[in-house]
T-cell receptor, first 114, second 110 residues
Framework: GAGVSQSPSNKVTEKGKDVELRCDPISGHTALYWYRQSLGQGLEFLIYFQGNSAPDKSGLPSDRFSAERTGGSVSTLTIQRTQQEDSAVYLC????????????FGPGTRLLVL | KQEVTQIPAALSVPEGENLVLNCSFTDSAIYNLQWFRQDPGKGLTSLLLIQSSQREQTSGRLNASLDKSSGRSTLYIAASQPGDSATYLCALTSASKIIFGSGTRLSIRP
């Protein structure tokens, strides 16, 4: 079946611009996660959505970052006024439940801020 | 605060050898521990998931163990192959988040 998809696969932007990254989770998965992986670093948790509950935003690095999930399915991660340190691969994952469950990752969006 | 450490950071072995990758963590209050592999330019592939109440899981040539009391997990790869070359990540899930180690970059020499 279809896995998690993300778009765009690559994004190059200028410092100060806003960007939107999209994630389409696996159909029926109620949990959705955003992570990022900076060059040479491990994976960093950003935000988590579970059903209609308020999202866990504890991993967002600054108030320039926000995310929403419409209709419990597609999610958009928005980065406002991008900075060079925002350059990273942004990964989205979904899972069927919020508890002990395997998360299925998308291919990621590679963001480069010039 | 949960900290996850993976040792070694990089490992190169000849094809056919058995090898062990290590993952240590500081907080034993976890839901599960998961091992992933990441190939260059690609997303993550889940390898094995060990629930908090379990001690090990096996899939093919892979075996992962979990010892919460000592804060350790190991990933054992038997009869390594060049196709096993990748970065291996362990990740701990607690509450709603998953915390990753920095990975072990594995290279299998033909």
């Amino acid at each position: 079946g279809a896995g998690v998809s993300q778009s765009p696969s690559n994004k190059v932007t200028e410092k100060g611009k806003d960007v939107e990254l999209r994630c389409d989770p696996i159909s029926g998965h109620t949990a959705l996660y955003w992570y990022r992986q900076s060059l040479g670093q491990g994976l960093e948790f950003l935000i988590y959505f579970q059903g209609n509950s308020a999202p866990d935003k504890s991993g967002l690095p600054s108030d320039r970052f926000s995310a929403e999930r419409t209709g419990g399915s597609v999610s958009t991660l928005t980065i406002q006024r991008t900075q060079q340190e925002d350059s990273a691969v942004y990964l989205c994952a979904s899972s069927q439940k919020s508890g002990p469950e395997t998360q299925y990752f998308g291919p990621g969006t590679r963001l480069l801020v010039l | 605060k949960q900290e996850v450490t993976q040792i070694p950071a990089a490992l190169s072995v000849p094809e056919g050898e058995n090898l062990v990758l290590n993952c240590s963590f500081t907080d034993s209050a976890i839901y599960n521990l998961q091992w992933f592999r990441q190939d260059p330019g690609k997303g993550l592939t889940s390898l094995l998931l060990i629930q908090s109440s379990q001690r090990e899981q096996t899939s093919g040539r892979l075996n992962a163990s979990l010892d919460k009391s000592s804060g350790r997990s190991t990933l054992y790869i038997a009869a390594s192959q060049p196709g096993d070359s990748a970065t291996y990540l362990c990740a701990l899930t607690s509450a709603s988040k998953i915390i990753f180690g920095s990975g072990t970059r594995l290279s299998i020499r033909p």
